[in-house]
C-alpha cells in the first residue's frame, strides 16, 4: 500500500510502504472501514487484551483500542483512540500515524474477512447476484476467503464521500 507517512508520529514500528493493524472488539465499524480504505486490519469481537497482545507480539500489527489500559503501557504498539464516533476514529487514527490512505487501494479488501479481493467477471457471478446486478455492473469483485462478492452501487458512492470527508 502507498502511504505517505511524516512527522512525529511516524516512527511507531510500522512497516512505511504496508501498516497493519489488529484492532479490539470495541471498534468493529472503524475495521470495516479501514479495510474499504484498503488498509490491513485483524478484527474479531471476541478480541481481549491477552488477544491483541497475542497478536501484536506474533504479527508486528499495532493496537489500535478504546481501552484507556493501554495509555499506562507505553511501552507496547498501541493507540488508544477516543473519538465516539466511527468517522471521527479514522480522522483520529490516520492522523496521528500521518496516514495518507491511496485512492487506488479503496475497495480492495474484504470487509468481513480482510483478504485481498480478486477481480472477476459477471460470468463468473452469475447465481450469486441478483439479476439485475448482473446486467446493470460489469465490475465484481470476490474474496477468496468468504467468497463474499463485491460491486459498485449506490452504497459505493455513499462510502467514497464519507472517505473524502475523512481523508479530506
Known amino acids: 500500500m502507498d502511504v505517505k507517512r511524516t512527522g512525529p ?28 480504505m484498503g488498509l490491513d ?3 474479531d469481537n471476541t478480541y481481549d487484551t491477552h488477544d ?6 506474533q504479527t508486528g500489527r499495532l493496537i489500535v483500542t ?26 483520529e487514527l490516520l492522523k496521528r500515524l500521518d496516514i ?15 483478504a485481498g479481493l480478486a477481480s472477476v467477471t459477471g460470468e463468473q ?3 450469486s447476484v441478483p439479476e439485475y ?13 468468504c467468497g463474499r ?3 459498485g452501487g449506490t452504497h459505493k458512492q455513499n462510502m467514497l464521500q464519507t472517505l473524502k470527508v475523512v481523508t479530506g
Open 9 to 36: 508520529n511516524s516512527t511507531m514500528g510500522l512497516p512505511p510502504d504496508r501498516p497493519s493493524f489488529v484492532l479490539d472488539r470495541m471498534l468493529g465499524r472503524l475495521a470495516k472501514w479501514l479495510r474499504v
Open 41 to 43: 486490519v485483524l478484527y
Open 52 to 57: 491483541l497482545l497475542r497478536i501484536s507480539g
Open 66 to 91: 478504546r481501552n484507556t489500559w493501554f495509555e499506562s503501557h507505553r511501552e507496547l504498539r498501541s493507540i488508544v483512540l477516543h473519538d465516539n464516533y466511527t468517522v471521527g476514529q479514522m480522522k
Open 100 to 114: 495518507v490512505p491511496d485512492p487506488a487501494r479503496f475497495f480492495t479488501r474484504c470487509t468481513v474477512c480482510n
Open 125 to 127: 457471478v452469475k447465481g
Open 133 to 145: 446486478v448482473l446486467h446493470t455492473t460489469t465490475a465484481f469483485s470476490r474474496c477468496p476467503v
Open 149 to 151: 462478492i463485491y460491486w
